[in-house]
């Protein structure tokens, strides 16, 4: 994004204050901030809009793989370390099929691939992409499989060949899915960026040496291709963090177009290709395809995504409301917690295992843990006296018992005053929960 200044000076300098602003310096500085569009300025001229466009493009392009419902983005990241800011496009799992599998077996494979999912936090985890592999080598063959996978599934698909032949009979025969094309390198690059031009899908430039896949972009982006991705051929994984670093910092750091692109990583099969798609997933991978996952595999791959790629400002978060647990009645007793998910989920997990029914009232704390938000006031008596009403908490439950974490004890006294219930306390930790409610 440019400076302020930069911004100002190709502004028209009138001060008239029809951006809302009273003077250009003033909207120049909300601009910068992202406060404010340059549209909102309706004398700036087309060359200071198209040059102000180019260099507040993001240093990583956004490419996207796919269409409709199901597309997967990546790049448009603007940060080296997540603390900065946030990671914004989470890498994108991918898991190979074989173009010689029978329907049958892509059927069951595909099926496989859909399992691979778990919820955790209130969020889906699970593979993003389905990549062909054309081990046939057989142009038509690599197009028949990628008609049928197309039909069988609305995931984003990547296509991978190294023959030019192979992937322009796929690539047509899927344009529309707008597939990523995987598998240019130095000598046949030409014939890729035709074909990805043609169907007008991504394209995925493979090489050794940074220095050569530079140039590899700066020809596909003659030819006519923008959205491209690197295919970083590595030997290992130092070599894996060194060169994506470097692209990161190029890109963000130094505003280097050249290598402004998202990461593919080829992690291939085994415990190697797990490490292999972790290290991926904290240093800058977009993609990282794998031959094969097993369960224990995929899950901890997944955590390990879902923590670099949570806004560290925003913890996950769950709807404010009373929410029942263990089919309860009239009679039985409220608890509350707050909507941090990570929270929220452990006490509801603890309480569907103790088998007794409750209500689980959950208090907005702009997603702070229950210590947390009780020490900055964000969880006091007259909170959850509010929440309760809000949700009609006692129009569900008429036990008039409230039971609050023990954390809190020292509420128990002024919330008894304000809701009028019996308070309860409850066990310092959730794990307590499953014994104590039995024994409520
Ligand atoms: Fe300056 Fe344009 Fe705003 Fe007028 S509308 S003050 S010219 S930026």
């Given at each position: 994004?440019?400076?302020?200044i930069?911004?100002?000076?190709?502004?028209?300098?009138?001060n008239?204050?029809?951006?809302n602003?009273?003077?250009?310096?003033?909207?120049?500085?909300h601009?910068?901030?992202?406060?404010?569009?340059?549209?909102?300025?309706?004398?700036?001229?087309?060359?200071?809009?198209?040059?102000?466009?180019?260099?507040?493009?993001?240093?990583?392009?956004?490419?996207k793989?796919?269409?409709?419902?199901?597309?997967f983005?990546?790049?448009?990241?603007t940060?080296?370390?997540?603390?900065?800011k946030?990671?914004?496009?989470?890498?994108g799992?991918?898991?190979?099929?074989?173009?010689?599998?029978?329907?049958?077996?892509?059927?069951?494979?595909?099926?496989?691939?859909?399992?691979?999912?778990?919820?955790?936090?209130?969020?889906?985890?699970?593979?993003?992409?389905?990549?062909?592999?054309?081990?046939s080598d057989?142009?038509s063959?690599?197009?028949?499989?990628?008609?049928?996978?197309?039909?069988?599934?609305?995931?984003?698909?990547?296509?991978?060949?190294?023959?030019?032949?192979?992937?322009?009979?796929?690539?047509?025969?899927?344009?529309?899915?707008?597939?990523?094309?995987?598998?240019?390198?130095?000598?046949n690059?030409?014939?890729?960026?035709?074909?990805a031009?043609?169907?007008?899908?991504?394209?995925a430039i493979?090489?050794?040496?940074?220095?050569?896949?530079?140039?590899?972009?700066?020809?596909?982006?003659a030819?006519?291709?923008?959205?491209?991705?690197?295919?970083?051929?590595?030997?290992?994984?130092?070599e894996?963090v060194?060169?994506?670093?470097?692209?990161?910092?190029?890109?963000?750091?130094?505003?280097?177009?050249?290598l402004?692109?998202?990461?593919?990583?080829?992690?291939?099969?085994?415990?190697?290709?797990?490490?292999?798609?972790?290290?991926?997933?904290?240093?800058?991978?977009s993609?990282?395809?794998?031959?094969?996952?097993?369960?224990?595999?995929?899950?901890p791959?997944?955590?390990?995504?879902?923590?670099?790629?949570?806004?560290?400002?925003?913890?996950?978060?769950?709807?404010?409301?009373?929410?029942?647990?263990?089919?309860?009645g009239?009679?039985?007793?409220?608890?509350?917690?707050?909507?941090?998910?990570?929270?929220?989920?452990?006490?509801?997990?603890?309480?569907?295992?103790?088998?007794?029914?409750?209500?689980?009232?959950?208090v907005?704390?702009?997603?702070?843990?229950?210590?947390?938000?009780?020490?900055?006031?964000?969880?006091?008596?007259e909170?959850?006296?509010?929440?309760?009403?809000?949700?009609?908490?006692?129009?569900?439950?008429?036990?008039g018992?409230?039971?609050?974490?023990?954390?809190?004890?020292?509420?128990s006294?002024?919330?008894?005053?304000?809701?009028?219930?019996?308070?309860?306390?409850?066990?310092?930790?959730?794990?307590?929960?499953?014994?104590?409610?039995?024994?409520?």
């Amino acid at each position: 994004m440019p400076t302020a200044i930069e911004i100002f000076k190709l502004l028209p300098k009138k001060n008239c204050g029809k951006c809302n602003y009273p003077t250009c310096l003033a909207f120049a500085m909300h601009i910068a901030n992202s406060k404010a569009k340059l549209e909102d300025c309706p004398f700036i001229s087309e060359e200071a809009k198209a040059s102000l466009a180019a260099s507040a493009a993001p240093p990583i392009r956004l490419v996207k793989i796919g269409h409709g419902a199901r597309v997967f983005e990546m790049g448009d990241e603007t940060e080296l370390y997540r603390h900065e800011k946030k990671f914004f496009h989470p890498t994108g799992y991918a898991l190979t099929i074989p173009d010689s599998s029978t329907p049958e077996e892509m059927r069951g494979r595909l099926g496989r691939i859909e399992a691979l999912s778990y919820e955790r936090v209130g969020q889906r985890l699970g593979i993003d992409l389905i990549a062909l592999n054309n081990d046939s080598d057989d142009p038509s063959k690599f197009a028949e499989s990628a008609r049928a996978l197309s039909d069988l599934t609305d995931q984003p698909i990547v296509l991978l060949s190294d023959s030019a032949a192979s992937m322009r009979s796929a690539a047509a025969s899927v344009a529309a899915k707008r597939p990523l094309l995987c598998g240019a390198v130095k000598d046949n690059l030409a014939d890729f960026v035709a074909v990805a031009k043609e169907a007008g899908c991504p394209l995925a430039i493979r090489g050794k040496e940074l220095r050569e896949l530079a140039e590899m972009v700066a020809k596909a982006r003659a030819g006519g291709v923008e959205d491209l991705v690197l295919d970083l051929e590595v030997a290992t994984l130092k070599e894996l963090v060194e060169k994506a670093t470097i692209i990161r910092r190029h890109s963000v750091k130094k505003s280097f177009r050249g290598l402004g692109y998202p990461i593919l990583v080829r992690a291939g099969a085994g415990e190697g290709a797990v490490l292999k798609g972790m290290i991926a997933t904290m240093k800058y991978g977009s993609i990282v395809i794998f031959e094969d996952l097993k369960d224990s595999e995929a899950m901890p791959l997944f955590v390990l995504r879902q923590n670099i790629f949570t806004d560290p400002q925003v913890p996950i978060q769950v709807k404010p409301g009373i929410y029942p647990v263990n089919n309860p009645g009239e009679q039985a007793p409220i608890l509350f917690t707050t909507n941090f998910s990570l929270t929220y989920f452990t006490v509801l997990a603890d309480i569907e295992k103790s088998k007794m029914p409750a209500w689980l009232q959950v208090v907005d704390t702009e997603g702070l843990s229950v210590m947390t938000a009780y020490s900055a006031s964000k969880l006091t008596p007259e909170i959850v006296a509010k929440a309760l009403e809000d949700s009609g908490a006692n129009t569900r439950s008429r036990s008039g018992q409230l039971v609050i974490p023990g954390m809190v004890t020292r509420m128990s006294g002024k919330l008894q005053e304000v809701t009028g219930m019996k308070i309860i306390v409850g066990p310092k930790e959730s794990s307590g929960l499953p014994k104590f409610l039995k024994n409520l």
